[in-house]
């Protein structure tokens, strides 16, 4: 079978990257160890930049985390120039173990208007952006195995279903509201201008303005900000030293109980028919 498998994906701490690509993989071996794949990581804002095609003998296994149940605002604009032509697509989102609302379904039609054939999508549970005890250090060891057999099945449909069945995902049209935070007093608590501060034990490696998924650290001093804050837990999490952190009350309050009500462990939800 003359494919090319593409494991496309936007992954600030990881998470994301380590489910498309394990998907990308296995959908690999599982159709022949001869196919290539080709990787595509427009994390950074630079690749953003660059318009992508495909053709009808591509499979795209694609990955985006969830913001408030939703695809991130920020990549809607990129994700709508992804040109299919015609290729098979698997939509991959990736949430912090509240819930994806209709962020997959979101994906699918971006990706079916772009003129790809969306034949299986899946939400997975990453360690949430805001914590480091919410899904901590997920995916594991279960979500991979998980993984494993969804591409095994995915694989599978590429190769011997003749015409290849279009997916049904879960979600609502018209799409949900994005899922707003409440303050202590139940009112909605807009976080989205809230920032990052740096404390003394910053060493000035620039690794934070490096890994800023919006380009917004600024590289000569980075405590300061040149643009927007998406919260991915890019520069708090990947510092070596710690010297990134969050002190807005309504974050810390918002964080806080994600913690506490959904602690509960959630399993990914796979759609193949």
């Known amino acids: 079978m003359n494919k090319t498998i593409n494991a496309m994906y936007f992954s600030a701490t990881d998470t994301t990257k380590k489910v498309v690509s394990g998907i990308a993989w296995k959908v690999s071996e599982n ?3 001869e196919i290539a794949i080709n990787t595509i990581d427009f994390t950074l804002p630079e690749v953003r930049t660059k318009p992508v095609s495909f053709t009808e003998e591509d499979v795209l296994i694609i990955g985006v985390p969830v913001y408030a149940g ?13 040109m299919g032509n015609g290729a ?4 991959v989102v990736v949430y912090g173990n509240r819930n994806y609302d209709d962020a997959l379904i979101e994906l699918k039609d971006v990706l079916q208007l772009n ?5 299986a999508g899946g ?3 990453g360690e949430h952006s805001f914590s480091i005890t919410l899904a901590k250090n997920r995916p594991d060891e279960q979500d991979m195995a998980i993984i494993a057999d969804f591409a095994k099945q995915i694989g599978e449909k590429i190769s011997t279903q003749e015409e290849i069945e279009t997916v049904v995902v879960k979600g609502t049209r018209p799409y ?5 935070p409440k303050t202590k007093d139940g009112s909605p608590a ?3 201008k809230v920032v990052p501060k740096t404390n003394s034990n910053c060493i000035d490696c620039k690794l934070c303005a490096n890994l800023c998924p919006m380009g917004s650290i600024d590289v000569e001093d980075v405590s300061k900000l040149n643009g927007i804050c998406i919260k991915c837990g890019a520069c708090i999490k990947k510092c070596p030293t710690q010297a990134k952190y969050y002190d807005d009350q309504n974050y ?3 964080k806080q109980e994600l913690e506490i009500e959904f602690a509960s462990r959630r399993e990914p939800e796979l759609f193949l028919t």
Do not use: C, E, M
């Open 31 to 33: 159709i022949s160890t």
């Open 70 to 82: 939703r695809v991130p605002n920020i990549l809607l604009k990129y994700l709508n120039t992804i």
């Open 88 to 91: 098979l697509a698997i939509p």
């Open 115 to 119: 003129g790809f054939k969306v034949i």
């Open 123 to 125: 939400a997975f549970i």
């Open 176 to 180: 949900r509201k994005h899922y707003v």
């Open 190 to 192: 807009d976080i989205r």
């Open 252 to 254: 810390l309050r918002h």
